[in-house]
């Protein structure tokens, strides 16, 4: 198999027409539409379903105008497939378990066109979501054997920001004027900074530039970074003055390490490996990986920090809790022997522009010394 993200592009196309189907079939029971309104309900979701798949292969090869305004249309009606398909089904079996009761309202057309008023007002909270700036967030770990003079040192991270046709530049000039508020001492990108195969915006490599940070910027790359073996962003973020950690390790301030990884899933398989067994183990390390899973070797001794992100914590809910299972460490702070781990919900989104319960963050580091 060449493409693996081709099945997995049918796949979501054929998730969307699950959705679009079960939606109509909702409506024209729940609203007791007649046969002229069926029609037009089965007709409207077949319709989106296909504009889905050609609006997402027009797109592949054109940009701006057309393309972008039917990128963002198939995206945002996918979203709103999704949380309008979960809302409809949650409210389907109350109301049916009413209808049980014997509660005569839940069999009403006005009981129907609440649920859609409901499900209409989520999709409207995740396009605001979706468009917040990031917040910061800080979170203070203890670092054993964190140098005393270290103690307070600041790691602004920036995760997932997906920046592309959907996530404009502006955004990413926001979370330049945040960070520039708080000056951080090391700036660390953990991958999917931009979106797969489209042209970095005109600008971008002047912000990053732009953004304080007294001891320079690091990054590795992510999965969306690697469809193109990771070169073409690598170039990219070496023009703009940040360091690639591509299995590499460097010292930016003397008694602490900073190390990190290309995309676990689609690198060197035996990347943290390699790096493992060529750490300096008396000096924390920060560890830099975009996938947060698949680096038990680096935490096995030593201590630090490892910085992760690819979760959005679910970004859509409720795919946040189906996705948990997939993975050891999903969001926040955990504990790994004496490292902590921190995973980042990150600063933009993936495919529709949009985000619910699961806010956008910069996560901001604080390193404390500790025994």
Known sequence: MKNPFHLFGLGLALFYLAFNVYIALWLAFRLRLGPKGRFIVYETALLLSAFYPLARFFASTHFGGIADIMLWLALFGFGSAFISFWVLLACDLSLTVLNGLGVDWARTRAAGGGVLLLAAAFVALAVWSGAETPRLKRVEVTVKGLPKALDGFTIAQISDLHLGRMIKLERLEKIAATLNEVRPDLIVITGDFSERREPMPEGTCGIIKSIYSRYGKAAVLGNHDMFTAGEVAAGFFESCGVKMLRGQVYEPVPGLLVAGVDDLRRGDGEAVRKLAAALDRSKPLVFLSHQPQGFDEITAAGSGLVLSGHTHAGQIFPFGPLER???????????????????????????????????SELPLLILRSGL
């Open 325 to 359: 299972k997939m993975f050891k460490y999903f969001y926040g702070l955990y504990k790994a022997g004496n490292f902590s781990v921190y995973v980042t919900s990150g600063a933009g989104a993936w495919g529709p522009p949009m985000r619910l319960f699961a806010d």
